[in-house]
């Protein structure tokens, strides 16, 4: 054998005995995790992917059949490709968003508050609905972050769901009492973004 083979050789060996070491210990803690409830997941950070994993997992509760809830609290001027698709794709889920009332230039505290009132309205039966098994909470965590919504109300229910469902909510912020209740909290950190690089918001992929 010459001195290169043997060298892949031995690589080999070593990479298959860490990748058994590896499974052995993956496949202990999957034995471990014999919980069978919903998830709370928090998806926050400055980088780009908080919505856009939410749906992702929309799109996986959909591919069996769940109920699915989403309610976006705050409302842009630009459609979005998700909000077209469940629309017109998906009757079966339950959509709403905060719509009229929110802008970032209304200045306008408590038309704001009337509009995170309005939309509460309609999430917080939601986390008190069994039929649900997903509801997702885009962009929450800005209604606690400018006290438009009490916290310990929206902890509470977030806290008090229903066993079977998961909820995910997203947003930058939330504070410590909302990441202490969730089960999963990522934090998506900014590394580059293309907008700042002067490459324009693009259709299909970034709304
Ligand atoms: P996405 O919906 O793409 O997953 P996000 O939910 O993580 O983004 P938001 O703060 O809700 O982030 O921003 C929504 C919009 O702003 C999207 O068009 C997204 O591409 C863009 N965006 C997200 N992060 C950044 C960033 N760090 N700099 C500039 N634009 C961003
Ligand atoms: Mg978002």
Redo the contacts with the bound molecule.
């Keep these: 054998m010459s001195e290169e083979t043997d060298k892949g050789v031995r690589k080999n060996a070593k990479h298959k005995a860490s990748m058994e070491k590896q499974k052995s210990k993956v496949d202990a803690r999957i034995d471990e995790a014999d919980i069978e409830r919903g998830v709370a997941i928090l998806?926050t950070?400055?980088?780009?992917?908080?919505?856009?994993?939410?749906f992702g997992m929309v799109m996986r509760a959909l591919g069996y059949g769940h109920k699915v809830g989403v309610v976006q609290f705050?409302k842009g001027q630009q459609l979005s490709g998700e909000e077209i698709y469940l629309r017109e794709q998906c009757p079966g889920v339950d959509l709403y968003q905060m719509g009229t009332g929110f802008t970032w230039n209304t200045q306008d505290r408590s038309g704001d508050i009337a509009a995170a009132e309005k939309t509460w309205a309609v999430a917080k039966p939601m986390l008190d609905d069994d039929s649900y098994d997903l509801v997702v909470l885009?962009?929450l965590t800005y209604m606690l972050a400018y006290k438009y919504l009490p916290e310990d109300d929206v902890v509470a229910a977030l806290a008090n769901r229903p066993v079977q469902q998961s909820v995910v909510v997203?947003?930058?912020g939330g504070g410590s009492a909302l990441q202490e209740i969730m089960d999963t909290v990522s934090e998506?950190k900014?590394v580059k973004?293309?907008?700042?690089a002067g490459i324009k918001?693009r259709q299909g992929?970034?709304?």
């Design positions: 998806l950070g400055n980088g780009k992917g908080k919505s856009s994993s939410a705050i885009d962009e997203t947003g930058r998506i900014e973004h293309a907008f700042k918001a992929v970034d709304y």
